[in-house]
């Protein structure tokens, strides 16, 4: 009830494609879905997130497109850089409960 | 405005000894989340704390493992006797307190727990 799997574990993309990323949740109450990107040694720091009354947000070349039916998400990272690469989790929570995350994607961009 | 502040950033401790990792939450916050993870892994919800209060615990081992968030100061998470399994990076987040609940983590940098 409380998982969120995410696939896939790792992505290569050549740089200027489109990386994506998908999550799958299981607890119909969450809502609220973050994505989190962490870069070595450093901690996860917040990218984008979106709450379930929408099916997709945007903020520059970063979106989240919601599938409340399906229960999944996906962050979608157009025009994928170097700089982009990083692992990144998303997660989902309700209200002030602790967020569940899922088991990350390592994101290699290929110059 | 610092972000969440973890000390210290590595800490070393031998097998049987304590480790006492700190995380001052950003101004204005009142939530602590405690995470745990370890290499090549995702992130573990450990314990859940508001000022002087333990809200939510079920992450946390039964046993060695305990946390606070005193009214002044910063939390604290406590791990006694330590074992090799307990090397990992431990993150401490926080969250503001808002009508609506609490979104939007902030993350510390972490503290990186080698026991050997």
């Known amino acids: 009830q409380q998982q969120v799997k995410q696939s896939p574990q790792s992505l290569i993309v050549q740089k200027g494609g489109i990386s994506i990323i998908n999550c799958a949740y299981e607890?119909?109450?969450?809502?609220?879905f973050p994505w989190y990107q962490q870069f070595p040694g450093k901690g996860p720091a917040l990218l984008i997130a979106i709450r379930p009354d929408v099916s997709e947000k945007k903020e520059g070349r970063f979106t989240i497109s919601f599938n409340k039916s399906a229960k999944q998400f996906s962050l979608h990272i157009m025009d994928s850089q170097p700089g982009d690469s990083a692992t990144y989790f998303c997660a989902a929570g309700r209200g002030a409960q602790k967020l569940v995350f899922g088991q990350g994607t390592r994101l290699t961009i290929n110059p | 405005n610092a972000g969440v502040m973890q000390n210290p950033r590595h800490l070393v401790r031998r097998r049987g000894q304590e480790a006492r990792l700190r995380c001052s939450p950003m101004?204005?916050?009142?939530?602590v989340y405690w995470y745990r993870q370890l290499p090549e892994e995702g992130l573990k919800f450990m314990v859940y704390l508001q000022k002087e209060n333990i809200i939510d615990e079920s992450g946390m081992p039964k046993e060695r493992f305990s946390a606070e968030f005193p009214k002044e100061g910063p939390s604290i998470l406590r791990i006694q006797q330590v074992v090799r399994g307990d090397s990992a990076a431990y993150f401490c987040?926080?969250?503001?307190?808002?009508?609506?609940?609490?979104?939007?983590?902030?993350f510390g940098s972490g503290t990186r727990l080698t026991v050997v």
């Open positions: 607890n119909t109450a969450f809502d609220y």
């Open positions: 987040a926080s969250s503001p307190y808002t009508v609506q609940g609490n979104y939007g983590y902030t």
């Open positions: 101004k204005g916050h009142s939530h």
